[in-house]
C-alpha cells in the first residue's frame, strides 16, 4: 500500500519523530492505531448511546 503525503503533514511527522526520537515510520504506526484505535471507540460509545436510549424509552413506557 502506497500513501501520498502532503509537506506539511511530512513536515508534522519529521517534527514528532525529533522530538520522540523515533523513526518516521513508528511515528505513522503509532498514529494511524491511534486513529483507528479512536474511531472504534466513537463507534463503541454511539452504540451504548443508542442501547442507552433506547432502554429508557421502553422504561418510561413500562411506568406510564
Request: no cysteine; proline share 0%.
Amino acid at each position: 500500500m502506497e500513501i501520498t503525503l502532503t509537506d506539511d503533514e511530512i513536515q508534522s511527522i519529521n517534527e514528532v519523530g525529533e522530538l520522540t526520537g523515533l523513526e518516521k515510520r513508528e511515528v505513522v504506526k503509532r498514529a494511524l492505531i491511534t486513529y483507528l484505535e479512536n474511531l472504534r471507540l466513537q463507534k463503541e460509545t454511539e452504540v451504548w448511546d443508542q442501547l442507552s436510549d433506547e432502554s429508557l424509552i421502553n422504561f418510561e413506557k413500562e411506568y406510564e
